[in-house]
């Protein structure tokens, strides 16, 4: 199954988004589910500094994104 990363980052008030302060393996059959999966993760046990999202095949390349606040 192809595996997929799901990274967070602080997103600062000029856009700028900094280094990954997390990132999660997501083992998925595609990227769809992946997505899925990523919308499904707690958010609390993860570094409360990350307020940018994206998800990321092996290959590099973006599926999703998310700012934090329009998730919480």
Not at 52 to 55: G, M
């Given at each position: 199954?192809?595996?997929?990363?799901?990274?967070?980052?602080?997103?600062s008030?000029?856009?700028?988004?900094?280094?990954?302060?997390?990132?999660?393996?997501?083992?998925?059959?595609?990227?769809?589910?992946?997505?899925?999966?990523?919308?499904?993760?707690d958010?609390?046990?993860?570094?409360e500094r990350a307020n940018?999202?994206?998800?990321v095949?092996?290959?590099?390349?973006l599926?999703?994104?998310?700012?934090?606040a329009?998730?919480?």
């Open positions: 199954m192809p595996v997929f990363v799901l990274r967070g980052a602080h997103r008030a000029d856009g700028q988004i900094g280094p990954a302060l997390f990132e999660e393996m997501i083992t998925a059959a595609d990227p769809g589910e992946a997505i899925r999966l990523a919308n499904a993760q958010l609390s046990t993860k570094d940018a999202l994206w998800l095949d092996a290959q590099g390349v599926h999703w994104s998310l700012r934090r329009d998730r919480d």
